[in-house]
Every structure is written in C-alpha cells, then in structure tokens.
C-alpha cells in the first residue's frame, strides 16, 4: 500500500499488534460493579444508623447536609480507600474547560515521633482548595486572585481510580470562587435540578398527589467516538492537536455501503470494549449497549438513564476511561466531533426524562395520551421551554469542532425543533383545535413468516434528523457534541423546563374551584397555539424545512458565533436569576469563555495547517516535482519526449498551496479590534475559509504525489486498518 518508511512502520505495528489477553472469565461482571465506589451499600455497612440515614435523605430527596456527619463520613471512606490500596485522596471538580480538574493529596502526615500517620478529616472531605487563577473564568477573576474552593457533592459517589502504580481515592464536588460565583458545571446543575423538583412539585400537588418524592431529572448520554491506531495518530500532527484531521483526500471506499452500522465488531475493537466496560462496571457507571456506529471506524456506547449530576459526573469518567483504556490496546480514541471529512461526526445523544419513585415517569405518555392529562402538561412545559430558548440551547452545544458536524450526515440541523410522533403530534393538533378526543393505536406489525411471533408497533417513527425529539418517554437532546460535558445541556434543559413548569403552575393555581380540568385544557390550548410552531417531524435536512423554519420565525444559528449571544439573551438571564442557578455576570462570563475557546480551537488549527503545509505537505509535493521533472530531463535527452500533464499538474497545485498558505497567514495575522467575540467573527469569517482553501490544494495533492513521497497515514489507512 504504501512505501512511505514512516507509514509503513505505523502499518506494519497495526498489523503485527498482539494486545495483551486479559481474563474476563474469572470474574463475573456483575460481581465488579461499584466496586470501586463508596456506594450507599458501602455507606449501610460502614457508618452508623443514624449517620447513614441522614446521609440517604440527602441524596434522594435533597434534604440539607448536616454537615457534622462530616467527619464520621471521612474516617470510614478513609478506612475503606486504604483497604482498595489508595495512597491519595483528590477532590475531583469540573471546570469550564469541558474536562476533569483534580489535585490529589496524601493521606499520611507526620507524627512527630519519625513515623506517618494516615488521615482524612470530616473539614478536608468537605472542602478543598485548589488554585482558581489558572482556569477559565470569563473575567469573573483575574489572574492574581487565586483562591478557589472546591465542595462535596454527596449526591454522586466517590470512587477509586486504579493505578498500576496505586489508588486514589476520587470525591466529586463543586467549584465555586473566593467571592462564592460559579466556575464550574455542576453547581449550577444542582440549583437548576432543584429548580426543577421545586416547580414539578407545584403540578403534581395540582393533580391531587399528597405523597410526592423528590422530582429529579434523568439523563443518559450515548457517546460516539472514533478508535484509531495509535501510531497513525502519532504520526498525525493535526489529530495529536487538534483532535480531528485539517487534511486528507477522501478515501475510495468510505461509508456509502452502509455495511459498518452495526456490523461486527473487529476482535480488536471488541477487546478494548470489554476492557473498558469492565472498567466501567468498578466504578458503577451502568454502561449497556456497544455497536459499530455509521462511518468506518466509528462506534457508540449507551447506558442507563441515571439522575442527571450523576449522569454527568460518569460521562466525564466515560471519555477519560475510552481514552485510557485505548492506549492499552495499541489505539487511540477520538472525541472530536469530526474528526474525518466526508464521513458522519461523532455525537452525544443526551436523552432527557424526569420523575420521581411515588408517581414515576412524568413523561410516560401511556396507551391513551390524550386522556393523561398529567403527561400533556409535562410535555407541553417543554414544548414551551425549547420554542423559547432554541437560541440558548443551540448556543450550550455551540463549539469550533460541533459546527463541522451539526446539519451534516447523521447530526441535526442547527435549527432547534421538537420531534413528538405521529402520535403526540396528533394529540396536540387535537387540543389545538379544541380538545384531545382520541389517540392513535401503537398496533402490531405481521412479519408474514409462521415461525416469527407478531410484534408491537409503536405509535410513531424515530426522526435521525431531529435535534430534539421525543422517543418514547423521554426526549433525545441530539445535538451535543461527543467532545462535550453534558453538563451545560442538562443544567440548560432542567432551567428552561423549571421556567416553563412554574409558568404553567401559576395558570393552574389560579383556576376557580372545580374548574382545574377546564383550566388545564385552555392552559393547553394556549402553549400549543403559541409554541407549536417549533414542533416539525419532517425531513430536518430538507431545503423545504430550512425555508419553512424562516417563516415559522425559528432561529437557524449555522455558528458557534451566531449562537453564543443566546447566553446574555433577555430570556436567559431571567430564567437562570429566578431561580438563583447563575448570575447575569455569571452568564457573561460563560459566553466569554466560549467565544474564547472557539477563537483558540480555530487558532490552533490555523497555526497546524501553516506548519503542516510548509514543513510536511510542500517538501512533499516538491520531491515528487523534482522526480518527474528530472525523469523528463532525462527523457529529453534520450531524445523522447516526455508527457509534461503530470508535472505541470503538480505544479500548478504547489503553486496554489504556497499561495493559500500566504493568504492564510495573512488573514490569521491580522489584528483586530472590538473584543473576543469580534475576533471570534473574523476566524469564522476569514481564517476558516483560508484553512479549507489550504485544504483543497494539499488534498488535491495527495491524489497525484507518489504514495511512497506522501508522509502522513492517509483516511484509507486510518479508517480501515483495524
């Protein structure tokens, strides 16, 4: 394939990699899970009655942490760290940055008498402090005002992280500043869920329910993610930086076959994914289905709905754990949303549900829908919340890498709408025009074959081009990027339907005595006169919606710089102060940060495509210049005459590289004024195009540079040698 020595190393090591044989039989995999998780089981065994008892309360209905259980609490997740082998504890927090932040520290001190001691106090469990100078901010804090604290979140577990070498005994918690605002994601998730439970309440006690447990939402994040071979990623300056490729022709075969979804799973890739849900399992992240995805190379994990702070706190610990564990096998996993042109992205299908364990599911619709009126209100509440900040939601998945992928393949348009079914949506144009009489059967289908059982129809289709569509009994947030914390979508969604469910509450308290289900039906009416312009189950990709989207007033934020306005909206920050989960300056300085992050992602990628395309592509191109140049020398001189098409081809397009390269380095180079989101416009508006200028000449090339001059792994390397 190729002659080239570097991509033949890189070749040859793929092909002659033998990973390790681990032993999964020995050990059933329901024996592993939570063992490494200081779990409510572990808490039951190792604290005292009245301790645990408080601690439970806490974590399942959001009672107040008494914080004197602190220090009973601290010395048994102390004893019980010890015993899994750990050395350091970590308070484990999550900063704007998108990633995990942790600081470990040792639990030996000195005696004084030369020996150690091993402590953990009930203070130290409860707060840290880690330095808050070095981390995004958004002008909240500059960078001499250092001090930062981070918190215990009791409500998700703390766990081991193995290592080779040893234990770390992990304890999530909040980040907040000296001055007390907000650095992080989870603690607004906190204040939205509790928003959330706060305006559910409200309606479930409208519906006459006297016994009501804490309301939590749900969530569930399925991750698609790229696997490649490591020494193919080493030996690619762009993915090793910048996460995705700025270069590559397209390959001959690419997904258009359709035979990758769902295909069999290569024995390599299969290892890794038992490996990593073993891993999984230890730290109780109740991962469940795995699948070849659509593009070559592609693939998908799903798991169990869990609360949302703690769906969140084990995504984090998904994309570290991929990443891990790959490099055990020889490969390395990309999250970028895409990572390879000309084939699907890579998502994070956030699915969105909430209830309670008195009443359930609040947006299970049940066999007849249009008789549960509890169900219509729920569902209405978020009709509502997405026509009204589709903005904002757009803006909470706005990055560099989403925007390559958003409106393409697989991924949803940027235009924000609701998918409901075949059957919801008649249900709804039921109460539109003045009242829900009957809901469409979910019948069977018969396969026509004897020895095949009749199956359940569902009342409805799925819509893969739908950015926000229900499935069932929760909604799938499709947007969110692979890259990216669910942290702000779910934080966003349990604020935006709070809003909309105390809307709704206030309509409905207000109903005279013995008029509620009168009131209910009119509140009903009015939401989906008003908001059911952002309901759509066609075709999201079609020119027709896209038009269709214009007249209905839907915004179409094509960018990460259309879209991050959407943060300091009128409507954002009166949802997010009413109920105390971020400040106006709070919401500034998140629109900051992502204005400035999309302006070094672009900058990057600019700086890999000047460097690349001088040092790497140009010699390149110019060897093979020179061989066909000296080979029609030669051949001139033998007196035949030489087909120059090839030569001047290849000239003609160095040409053109040295010539994108000068106008890319001087738009990049350009200085300009009006702030970060100014200087975010001019990337998207000049040095993106000029990168994708560079592109189409350096990928021109290597369609006709000889495979043996061509120094980097090509797509047809990287996507299909497993």
């Known amino acids: 394939m190729s002659a080239s020595n570097s991509r033949l190393q890189a070749i040859n090591a793929v092909t002659n990699f033998k990973p390790a044989a681990t032993d999964f039989r020995s050990v059933f995999s329901a024996d592993l899970y939570g063992a490494n998780v200081f779990s409510p ?41 010890l015993e899994k082998g750990a050395t350091h504890y970590a308070h484990v927090f999550y900063p704007l940055t998108g990633l995990s932040a942790e600081k470990h520290d040792s639990f030996l001190s000195p005696d004084g008498l030369g020996s150690a001691i091993a402590e953990f106090s009930g203070k130290t469990l409860i707060q840290g402090e880690p330095d808050a100078s070095s981390f995004p901010s958004g002008g909240i804090r500059s960078t001499f005002e250092a001090r930062g604290y981070t918190i215990w979140d009791v409500t998700s577990p703390a766990y081991i992280h193995e290592n080779p070498n040893g234990s770390t005994l992990c304890i999530p918690t909040a980040f907040v500043s000296w001055t007390g605002e907000v650095l992080d994601n989870k603690t607004p998730l906190l204040r939205a869920m509790q928003a959330l439970n706060e305006q559910s309440q409200r309606i479930l006690r409208l519906f006459g329910h006297e016994k009501i447990a804490h309301v939590a939402s749900t969530a569930g994040a399925e991750q698609e993610y790229f696997l490649i071979d490591r020494n193919f990623f080493l030996a690619r300056p762009d993915l090793l930086n910048a996460g995705r490729t700025l270069f590559g022709a397209k390959a001959p075969k690419g997904q258009e076959f359709e035979d990758q979804y769902f295909g069999v799973i290569p024995e390599r890739v299969l290892a890794f994914m038992m490996d990593c849900e073993r891993e999984l399992f230890k730290l109780g992240i ?138 919801l949506a008649d249900v709804f144009d039921q109460i539109r025009r003045g009242g829900a009489k009957t809901s469409k059967a979910r019948g069977t289908i018969n396969i026509g074959v004897d020895v095949l059982p009749h199956l359940p129809k569902d009342a409805g289709d799925r819509n893969r081009t739908s950015p926000f569509a229900f499935t069932g009994n929760k909604f799938e947030f499709r947007a969110v990027g692979s ?51 952002v309901i759509f189950n066609g075709n999201g990709y079609s020119e027709e919606w896209h038009d269709e989207a214009a007249k209905r007033g839907l915004p179409n934020l094509k960018t990460t710089v259309d879209a991050l306005p959407a943060y300091t909206a009128a409507a954002t920050v009166a949802a997010f102060e009413k109920f105390g989960v971020l400040t106006k300056r709070e919401l500034e300085s998140r629109e900051e940060i992502a204005f400035d992050q999309y302006v070094k992602s672009v900058n990057v990628e600019a700086n890999l495509v000047a460097e690349i395309g001088k040092t790497v592509i140009y010699p390149a191109a110019v060897r093979y210049q020179g061989e066909l140049a000296d080979t029609a020398a030669k051949l001139k001189a033998a007196g035949v005459e030489a087909d120059l098409c090839v030569l001047n081809k290849v000239t003609g397009l160095t040409k053109d590289l040295l010539t994108s390269l000068a106008q890319l380095e001087s738009v990049h180079g350009k200085e300009v004024s009006g702030g970060v989101a100014a200087e975010a416009a001019h990337y998207r508006d000049a040095v993106i195009p000029a990168i994708e200028k560079v592109r189409v000449a350096a990928d021109a090339l290597e369609g006709i540079v000889a495979d043996d001059l061509w120094p980097l792994p090509t797509y047809q390397e990287m996507l299909f040698i497993k």
């Open 41 to 81: 089981a572990e808490m039951k065994d190792r604290l005292p009655k009245d301790i645990y008892k408080s601690l439970l309360k806490t974590i399942e209905s959001g009672a107040k942490l008494d914080a004197t259980v602190a220090d009973v609490v601290a010395t048994a997740m102390k004893n019980w760290a």
């Open 286 to 423: 109740p991962v469940k289905t795995r699948h070849n995805e659509v593009a070559p190379g592609q693939y998908e994990l799903a798991p169990v709905y869990e609360t949302s702070n703690l769906a969140a706190d084990h995504q984090q610990l998904v994309m570290a754990t991929l990443r891990a564990v790959a490099v055990k096998y020889g490969m390395a996993c990309l999250l970028s949303e895409k990572p390879f042109l000309g084939v699907n992205g890579s998502g994070k299908h956030l699915n969105f549900s909430l209830g309670n364990a008195t009443q359930g599911n609040l947006l299970e619709p049940g066999e007849t829908p249009h008789a549960n009126a509890q169900f219509l209100v729920f569902c209405a509440a978020v009709i509502r919340a997405v026509d009204i900040h589709a903005g904002l939601l757009r803006a909470v998945v706005a990055s560099a890498g989403n925007d390559h992928r958003l409106g393409a393949n697989e991924a949803p348009p940027a235009i924000i709408s609701v998918f409901l079914g075949e059957q």
């Open 483 to 533: 890259n990216q914390s669910i942290g702000a979508a779910i934080m966003t969604l349990n604020v935006i339907v709070a809003e909309s469910l105390e809307f709704i509450a206030d309509k409905l308290e207000k109903a005279a005595p013995g008029k509620l289900n009168e009131t209910i039906q009119n509140v009903l009416q009015d939401v989906i006169n008003e908001h059911g312009k």
